[in-house]
T-cell receptor, first 113, second 118 residues
Framework: NAGVTQTPKFQVLKTGQSMTLQCAQD?????MSWYRQDPGMGLRLIHY???????DQGEVPNGYNVSRSTTEDFPLRLLSAAPSQTSVYFC????????????FGPGTRLTVT | AQKITQTQPGMFVQEKEAVTLDCTYD???????LFWYKQPSSGEMIFLIY??????QNATEGRYSLNFQKARKSANLVISASQLGDSAMYFC???????????????FGTGTRLKVLA
């Protein structure tokens, strides 16, 4: 198993550009989520999904869209990038929504200039 | 309001000694889970230990134990016999939700940076 994979590892965007951060897992996990990590802020939940076709907002959803058309993939879309979205983004998954162990991807470092 | 509070931005511990990292939480949900994660300087997030709100016993995983005091809403991580490789950022997290709502949201604290001294 590859676990949770994220692409790209690094990305630089200009203000106003859009892009999609990819996240995939090959463990047939039900629950997937996106976080952003800013210095001194810990991880904050952006969006999550409890299964294919079901998504919901987390703590900081503004400026981001998600979809979950398959169990494996959970892409995060930045609609119009802003410097405030400069952060490290982590995708995570758990086998079931009430499971206790989250598997994290390696992260994507995004810089918006 | 902060739902997960880690009041120690940084801690030092001598190698082979035990250390306690503090975490308090706030929730009105009767069903919740508490977690600790380690983030080394390489950046990955590593799951350490879990405690369910209905668990009677404190969770233990090797050198890690979770001191769960439900009435005080605290979930401190104890690392015994510290090793140099334990130097990292440690995050406390809570999962709220479940039941009929079906929502499961994770909330993280701001972290404690632990440095183990040789």
């Amino acid at each position: 198993n590859a676990g949770v994979t994220q692409t790209p590892k690094f990305q630089v965007l200009k203000t106003g550009q859009s892009m999609t951060l990819q996240c995939a897992q090959d463990m047939n996990h039900e629950y997937m989520s996106w976080y952003r990590q800013d210095p001194g802020m810990g991880l904050r939940l952006i969006h999550y999904s409890v299964g294919a076709g079901i998504t919901d907002q987390g703590e900081v959803p503004n400026g981001y869209n998600v979809s979950r058309s398959t169990t494996e993939d959970f892409p995060l879309r930045l609609l119009s990038a802003a410097p405030s979205q400069t952060s490290v983004y982590f995708c995570a998954s758990t086998i079931r929504r009430d499971s206790y162990e989250q598997y994290f991807g390696p992260g994507t470092r995004l810089t918006v200039t | 309001a902060q739902k997960i509070t880690q009041t120690q931005p940084g801690m030092f511990v001598q190698e082979k000694e035990a250390v306690t990292l503090d975490c308090t939480y706030d929730t009105s949900d009767p069903s919740y889970g508490l977690f600790w994660y380690k983030q080394p300087s390489s950046g990955e997030m590593i799951f350490l230990i879990y405690q369910g709100s209905y668990d009677q016993q404190n969770a233990t995983e090797g050198r890690y134990s979770l001191n769960f005091q439900k009435a005080r809403k605290s979930a401190n991580l104890v690392i015994s016999a510290s090793q140099l490789g334990d130097s990292a950022m440690y995050f406390c997290a809570m999962r709220e939700g479940g039941g009929t709502s079906g929502t499961y949201k994770y909330i993280f604290g701001t972290g404690t940076r632990l440095k183990v001294l040789a």
